[in-house]
């Protein structure tokens, strides 16, 4: 099973590997040529994504190995890491993007053609389209945070070259209209309100990924999810749930199911089977899942 995910994982990884660098190629080309800052942004922010996709592949294989005395937690606190550097480095530079197009706006903005940028986003969404189906399909049967990440990241580019083709659609429209003065300004407004739609991602998974870090709790719907399933497993055995411990390090979750004994015995066989029916009960909710049964003393 788990050779069967890792070959999921990397074959996904992989073709959004090349998809990232083909895409990052024609941004960073087009920007150039068509002298856009709104291209310019989407380029610079694949571009960080690209170099911050690398260090995932390798990894992926460690993310498969069993915990250890020395590891108790295997490598899942490296991959929570990995992706709150991630999002800390596109957060700095979604910043960085909104300050140089404030500055851009502040000294008169710039005109572009709005034809050519209107073709060439219109073009890319197409393609953004295709491989974010494609992923998806690929993923349906597993997905992993870092594939949720990059999923993420490419429903990002459908939507911001989507209102960027709309964008420029409407400076076609008032080229000739008494709203003209405002066409040197929508190129790196628009810039602002893209990088402003990508903010968003960065907060709340640098967030997720400190909490992990820290190993707190997860949020309250998880807990309330895994509580209620302990509740309906241990209802035919003689114990009753005194206290729930969750940790979730990256992709694993790592639940300690306290239970004080009605009767004041503890049979190991019910333990086991608690755990087994805990484990079958949640397995489709979380990626890896590792459940223990203690006895409250």
């Known amino acids: ?36 800052k709104t291209v310019m942004t989407d380029g610079i922010f694949d571009l960080f994504d690209l170099l911050l996709l690398l260090p995932m592949f390798v990894l992926v294989p460690f993310l ?13 606190q490296i991959e929570s890491l990995l992706v ?36 060439y986003e219109a073009s890319l969404c197409g393609g953004c389209i295709l491989m974010y189906f494609v992923l998806k399909h690929l993923s349906r049967k597993y997905s992993s945070m870092i594939i949720q990440s990059e999923l993420y990241l490419w429903k990002v580019d459908i939507v911001s070259t989507l209102g960027i083709s709309v964008a420029f659609l409407c400076q076609l429209f008032l080229v000739n209209t008494k709203l003209k003065f405002i066409i040197p300004y929508i190129d790196s407004s628009v810039a602002i309100v893209v990088a402003l739609f990508l903010v968003k991602e960065p907060v709340l998974q640098i967030i997720k990924n400190l909490k992990e870090l820290v190993l707190f709790s997860p949020e309250q719907d998880v807990m309330d999810t895994i509580r209620k399933v302990v509740n309906k497993d241990i ?41 087994e029916h805990i484990t079958k009960d949640l397995e489709n909710n979380f990626d890896q899942i590792s459940v223990e049964i203690v006895p409250a003393i």
């Open 235 to 275: 209802q035919n055995y003689d114990y009753i749930l005194d206290f729930l411990d969750v940790t979730q390090t990256g992709r694993k979750t790592w639940i300690s199911v306290y239970v004080k004994s009605k009767n004041d015995i503890v049979k190991i066989k019910d333990f086991k089977r608690i755990q």
């Open 1 to 36: 099973m788990k050779d069967k995910k890792y070959k999921i994982e990397n074959k996904i990884l992989k073709l959004s590997l090349g998809g990232t660098v083909a895409f990052t190629l024609l941004e960073i080309i087009a920007s150039f040529l068509l002298g856009s």
């Open 84 to 119: 709150l550097i991630k999002y800390v480095v596109l957060l700095v530079v979604v910043i960085n993007m909104i300050a140089s197009n404030v500055v851009v706006l502040l000294h008169g903005g710039h005109t572009v053609n709005a034809l050519n940028v209107l073709i």
């Open 64 to 76: 498969y190995k069993p915990v250890s005395e020395d590891k108790p937690y295997g490598c899942s």
